[in-house]
């Protein structure tokens, strides 16, 4: 009792220590105590602390944890790290060297190869093991979410980006490479998250809320650098702290509960859920072309995708409902030749039989 009261109080704690942080963090970056020179400390030191946390977070976390559950968060930790490895050399930079950071840079190194890492990671998730055709509906889900959120990504960063990049130097790669493996990214938390309990959906749930803010702090700063915009102070920053602190937050609130969903187990929010993204980049699509926009190839094929998906999902779902409903009817009664005997007169064919022994 006493340790389950401890760890309600740190799902309390952590969250109200990550919102504080946040605040305070954005507060400095919009009022710009110190100048900008002292946005930029604030900001860097900030914002390597925060990846730090994160890492430590994961790695107590897989201490606690036991197989999958531990490869996940130890694989995790290893991301966070290349990410505080990263954030330190941006650091280092600014603040050491007193220069711009050049892009690409050796901080690219870093925040690139965590990619692998939490894909890695998110793979080796409890939640990614399941049979059959909750594994293909959870499948469905991921692929209809994550192509939604490509197509948002380039509808409004990503488009502009391949136009106008030159694909043929690093710095152009390096660009492109951010958001299109936040899309991975995201797309395997989803599915993991559609494939767990409550109880171990909750600090996965603080995972794909920070690797979503993340993805868009990198759309935002790839766009922002293309249009020669950004600079360490910019608001994007509080991006990456959001991201940051709540994998810490889902770290620490992780009390070794991850159990995968058994068969069936699905609440109506995970069936309805895949297709408001899906509908949103329909939606954007619709009002690119009613607004007489440019709408290319990508995005006419993104939106044919998204519409079979759906459809495919929904055709499981009603195959899903049709079993379930066929195996659950109950066996109708067979009809004998005592039946109109039995129907007359209310006695059935065991009380006579009972009767006539007595």
Known sequence: M?????????????????????????????????????????????????????????????????????????LLASALGAWTLAEVIWAVYELVLQRAVPVPSWADVGYLSAIPLAAAALLCHPGLRLAGRDKLRATLDGLAIGTAVLLLSWTFVLGSLWRH???????????????FGDVLIIFLVIVSVRSVTSNGRRPLVWVLAGLSA???????????????????????????????????????????????????????LSHVTPYF??????????????????????????GLVLALLAVSRQAIVLVDRRRERFNGAPEPRRRTAWAPLE???????????IGGTT
Not at 343 to 353: K, M, N, Q
């Open 2 to 74: 006493g340790k389950r009261l401890a760890w309600g109080r740190r799902e309390l704690v952590a969250p109200a220590a990550a919102l504080s942080i946040t605040l305070l963090f954005s507060l400095w970056l919009v009022v710009r105590i110190g100048g900008n020179r002292g946005v930029h400390y604030f900001d860097d030191l900030v914002t390597a602390l925060a990846a730090l946390s994160a890492a430590l977070a994961c790695l107590f976390a897989a201490v606690r944890q036991r197989d999958a559950g531990r490869r996940f968060w130890a």
């Open 165 to 179: 990049t030159d694909l043929t130097t690093a710095g152009g790669i390096v660009a492109l490479a951010y958001p």
């Open 214 to 268: 993340m993805a868009i702090s990198d759309s935002s700063y790839a766009y922002l650098v293309e249009i020669g915009k950004y600079s360490t102070g910019n608001l994007v920053d509080v991006g990456w702290v959001v991201g940051y602190l709540a994998i810490a937050v889902g770290a620490t609130c992780d009390a070794g509960e991850v159990v995968a969903a058994p068969s069936g187990e699905a609440s109506l």
């Open 277 to 302: 993204p899906v509908l949103l980049g329909l939606s954007v699509v619709t009002f690119e072309v009613e607004l007489h926009h440019h709408v290319d190839r990508f995005m006419w094929l993104a």
């Open 343 to 353: 129907s007359a007169t209310g006695v059935s064919r065991d009380s006579e039989s």
